[in-house]
C-alpha cells in the first residue's frame, strides 16, 4: 500500500513539471496556429518561414513608402533637371579676332621644318648653290608645292642679289613677302555669312570623309554666333546618323537649332527643310553639312549637285566651302579637285593644320585650287578655327619658336 502511494506522488510530480514546463511554450507560440498542427519544420521548411523575416520590414508601414519616394527620385525628375541644367549652359565663344595668332604656337611642327630649318640655312655667310637647293627642299617637304616652291625661291635669289640683303633677318624678310606673295593677300577671305535680299544666307560645307565638316560646321556656328549672327544648321550628312547626333552637341553647346532628318533620308530634303527653317524664323544663316563619301565620284557629284539645286529653290547659296585635312597634303589636293567639279566651291577650311610639319600646304592648295583659303583648323578644341590671314601664317609659320 505505502508502495502504491509512492507511485501516486511520484506521478503527481511528474504531472506538475510536465505543466510547469508545457505552459510557457504553448504561450510563447505566435499568433494563429498554421492549418494543422504539423511535425517539428524541416531545416528547408524553416528556411521558407524564415526567409520572408527579414524581407518583411521592406513591406512593412515603415519601409513601405521608402521605395515609393526613391522611384521618381531615381527617374524621371532626377533626370530631367539634369538635362534642363545642361541645355541651358550655352557657351560664349572665344572672339575670332587675332585668334591666329593666339594659335600660333599650334603651328610648332610647322614652324620646326620652315622656321628653324629655314633660318639655319639663311644664317649661312653665304648662300651658295646648294644652300638655294636646300632652302627649295625644305619648301618643298613642307608640301608648298613644286611649281610654287621654284617661283618663291627664284623671286627670292633674284631680290638677295638685287639689294645685296645679306643678313639672315634680311633674307628671312624677303623669303616671308614671297611666301605672303605666293598666298595672294588681295583674294577675299571673308565668309558671306550675312543675309541677302532679307534671307538668311546659306552656306554648304563639303569634302570627304573626316576631314572635319561637321567639327568645322559647329566651329564656325561658334564663330558666327561670337560675331553676332543668329545660325540654323542642317545636318544633311544622312548617311552616318552619329554625324546629325555630333552637329547637334555642337549647336546646343551655343544655343544653335538643328534640323535633321531619318538616317539614310534624302540629304536635298533635309538641306531645303534647314533653309527654310532658317527663313521662318528669321536666321541670319543656314549652315549645312554634307556626306562625303567618296567611293563614287558620279554619285557624290550627282548628290552634291542635288543638295545645291534644290537648296537653290529659295535662293542662291552664298557660300559653298571645301573643308580639306591639311596631313593629307598633296593626295588632298586630288580630292580635292572631283569637289570643285561638283560643286561651285568658293573657299577653302583646311583643317588640322596643327597635325602637321606641312603647313606649306596652304600655299599649294590656294595655287592648285584657285579658291581662297578662309579658315584654318589648328585643333580639336571648340574655338580652334581661325580666320587665315597670310601675313600672320607666314610670321607664324617662320618664327623660330616651335
Ligand atoms: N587636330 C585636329 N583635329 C581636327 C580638326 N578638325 C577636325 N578634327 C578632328 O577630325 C576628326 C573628324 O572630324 P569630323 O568633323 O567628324 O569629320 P567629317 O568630315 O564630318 O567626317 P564624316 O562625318 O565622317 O564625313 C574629329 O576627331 C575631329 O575632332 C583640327 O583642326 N585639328
Known amino acids: 500500500m505505502e508502495y502504491v502511494v509512492y507511485i501516486l506522488i511520484l506521478l503527481g510530480v511528474v504531472l506538475v513539471a510536465g505543466i510547469a514546463f508545457l505552459v510557457p511554450r504553448l504561450r510563447r507560440r505566435p499568433g494563429p496556429p498554421s492549418p494543422g498542427p504539423e511535425a517539428p519544420p524541416s531545416p528547408a521548411a524553416r528556411a521558407s518561414v524564415e526567409a520572408p523575416a527579414p524581407v518583411r520590414p521592406a513591406p512593412s508601414p515603415v519601409a513601405e513608402p521608402a521605395p515609393e519616394a526613391e522611384a521618381p527620385a531615381v527617374e524621371a525628375?532626377?533626370?530631367?533637371?539634369?538635362?534642363?541644367?545642361?541645355a541651358p549652359a550655352v557657351e560664349t565663344p572665344a572672339p575670332t579676332a587675332g585668334r591666329l595668332v593666339r594659335l600660333r604656337a599650334r603651328l610648332s611642327r610647322s614652324q620646326g621644318l620652315l622656321g628653324q630649318g629655314l633660318l639655319t640655312l639663311l644664317s649661312r655667310d653665304?648662300?651658295?648653290?646648294?644652300?638655294?637647293?636646300?632652302i627649295e627642299e625644305s619648301l618643298i617637304t613642307a608640301d608648298v608645292g613644286m611649281e610654287a616652291t621654284t617661283v618663291i625661291v627664284s623671286r627670292l635669289r633674284e631680290k638677295v642679289k638685287v639689294l645685296g640683303a645679306r643678313t639672315p633677318d634680311d633674307v628671312r624678310a624677303l623669303l616671308a613677302e614671297e611666301l605672303v606673295a605666293a598666298l595672294d593677300p588681295q583674294l577675299d577671305r571673308s565668309l558671306a555669312a550675312s543675309p541677302v535680299d532679307g534671307r538668311p544666307a546659306t552656306l554648304l560645307v563639303v569634302g570627304v570623309n573626316g576631314a572635319g565638316k561637321t567639327t568645322t560646321c559647329g566651329k564656325i556656328a561658334r564663330v558666327l554666333i561670337a560675331d553676332g549672327h543668329s545660325v540654323v544648321l542642317g545636318a544633311a550628312d544622312t548617311f552616318?546618323?552619329?554625324?546629325?547626333?555630333q552637329l547637334t552637341t555642337w549647336a546646343s553647346r551655343v544655343g544653335a537649332e538643328v534640323?535633321?532628318?531619318p538616317e539614310g533620308s534624302d540629304p536635298?530634303?533635309?538641306?531645303?527643310d534647314?533653309?527654310?527653317?532658317?527663313?521662318d524664323v528669321g536666321a541670319d544663316t543656314v549652315l549645312i553639312d554634307t556626306a562625303g563619301r567618296l567611293q563614287n565620284k558620279v554619285g557624290l557629284m550627282d548628290e552634291l549637285g542635288k543638295?545645291?539645286?534644290?537648296?537653290?529653290?529659295?535662293?542662291?547659296v552664298s557660300e559653298t566651302l571645301l573643308v580639306l585635312d591639311a596631313t593629307t597634303g598633296q593626295n588632298g589636293l586630288e580630292q580635292a579637285r572631283v569637289f570643285t567639279e561638283a560643286v561651285e566651291v568658293t573657299g577653302v577650311v583646311l583643317t588640322k593644320l596643327d597635325g602637321t610639319a606641312k603647313g606649306g600646304i596652304v600655299i599649294a592648295v590656294q595655287r592648285?585650287?584657285?579658291?581662297?583659303?578662309?579658315?584654318?583648323g589648328l585643333g580639336e578644341g571648340a574655338d580652334d578655327l581661325a580666320p587665315f590671314d597670310p601675313t600672320q601664317f607666314v610670321d607664324a609659320l617662320l618664327s623660330d619658336a616651335g
Not at 525628375?77 to 545642361?86: G, W
Not at 552616318?240 to 547626333?245: E, F, I, L, Y
Open 77 to 86: 525628375p532626377v533626370a530631367e533637371p539634369a538635362t534642363s541644367v545642361e
Open 126 to 134: 653665304h648662300l651658295d648653290e646648294d644652300a638655294w637647293e636646300e
Open 240 to 245: 552616318r546618323a552619329a554625324a546629325a547626333d
Open 259 to 261: 534640323v535633321r532628318g
Open 268 to 272: 536635298a530634303s533635309v538641306a531645303f
Open 274 to 279: 534647314a533653309v527654310k527653317r532658317g527663313i
Open 307 to 316: 543638295v545645291k539645286r534644290v537648296v537653290e529653290k529659295h535662293g542662291p
Open 368 to 376: 592648285k585650287l584657285g579658291i581662297p583659303v578662309k579658315l584654318v
